[in-house]
């Protein structure tokens, strides 16, 4: 009953003392031993902060490409670039290091790391065209590139398909009777 105010033993309690209803079985147990009552919220969540918020913020305004290249794989089992560069930060400042100096660093290993990467690749797409074969696919490709490669399919789709052509052509008359009457009636 979480669309009504108040709790379940109160409601039932004021319909059967106005004999409303029967008093069910469970009523007097549940007297005896009321269950727990929360406190109700008072519509304001508190946001969740964790400690190296502050420094995933700083990586993105360094950093504002990573935002699209990096993407964030909600099934995959490695963390973001981001929050690997404040981790390091984080991990570098209980050593005892300044917080500029252990950003530079992080940044320097993530520049690394990110160039390690492309090194990589470029060099298993050289091994594969010597041996004639084609290109692996990228390991690292950016975000935009991969969502732009599942849209593909519905770009050409408006092209081919008789009912999206079909559609279109509605559209363009519409528009056209549109830019006609108000050309006529004087409002253009």
């Known amino acids: 009953m979480s669309y009504m105010r108040g709790d379940l033993l109160t409601k039932t309690r004021k319909l059967v003392k106005g004999l409303a209803k029967p008093a069910p079985t469970w009523l007097k147990a549940m007297e005896e031993a009321p269950p727990v009552t929360f406190p109700r919220v008072d ?10 918020d502050v420094y995933v913020k700083k990586f993105f305004k360094k950093h504002p490409d990573s935002l699209y290249h990096d993407a964030i794989k909600i099934s995959g ?3 973001p670039p981001a929050r690997v560069f404040a981790w390091r930060v984080l991990e570098l400042k209980e050593q005892g290091v300044s917080e500029d100096y252990a950003m530079a660093v992080a940044d320097f290993e993530y520049r690394k790391e990110k160039k390690a990467k492309k090194k990589a ?10 041996e004639g074969k084609e290109p692996p696919p990228d390991p690292y490709p950016s975000a935009i ?8 399919e519905y770009v050409m789709d408006r092209f081919y398909n008789p009912k999206v052509i079909e559609i279109a052509n509605k559209m363009k008359e519409e528009r ?10 004087g409002q253009w």
């Open 43 to 52: 519509g304001k969540i508190k946001k969740i902060e964790m400690p190296e």
């Open 77 to 79: 089992f490695d963390p």
């Open 121 to 130: 690749y470029k060099e298993l797409k050289e091994i594969a065209r010597s």
């Open 145 to 152: 590139k991969e969502i732009q490669a599942e849209e593909k």
């Open 176 to 185: 056209d009777m549109l830019l006609r009457d108000r050309a006529a009636s």
